[in-house]
């Protein structure tokens, strides 16, 4: 996964995520993500991505700023090369009442719910896919 920014929006972004061997929150925010299992820091699209095991993840701990009460997009690249045969959460947010925004990976579909709306298409394999969402009705 390798994360997009313009320089435009760095006064609303809530958290933005380069992977140049960290973890860090170059946003405002200043979050700090964890690692949770293994993940290897790789060369990506442009300039530098995670390469996940299949069983590990990045968590960032909650922050109002992540809630996104207001229109909000979210971007990233994605290559993924195949396996799993079920569903798997890639980027999510979920409060008490159920998700704000995620984004799912399956063995030849994406799937992005945002407020309980779901977009579903196919997916090539071994090839860097830019996904991006925005939500205008909050």
């Not at 971007?75 to 995620?102: E, H, I, M, T």
């Not at 779901?118 to 394999?125: A, D, K, M, V």
């Amino acid at each position: 996964m390798l994360p997009i920014v313009s320089l435009s929006a760095q006064k609303s972004l809530v958290l933005y995520l380069s992977f140049d061997g960290n973890l860090n929150d170059l946003s405002k925010t200043r979050l700090k993500g964890k690692l949770e299992g293994k993940a290897d820091f790789i060369d990506g699209k442009a300039g530098n991505a995670l390469l996940f095991d299949g069983k590990s993840s990045v968590e960032i701990p909650h922050d109002k700023a992540l809630s996104l009460t207001q229109a909000h997009a979210i971007s990233f690249w994605l290559k993924w090369g195949g396996g799993g045969a079920s569903w798997c959460p890639f980027v999510a947010k979920r409060s008490a009442d159920g998700a704000n925004y995620q984004c799912w990976v399956g063995s030849d579909k994406y799937l992005i719910t945002i407020m309980g709306q779901r977009l579903c298409w196919q997916r090539p394999l071994c090839l860097w896919v830019r996904i991006g969402f925005l939500n205008y009705d909050v």
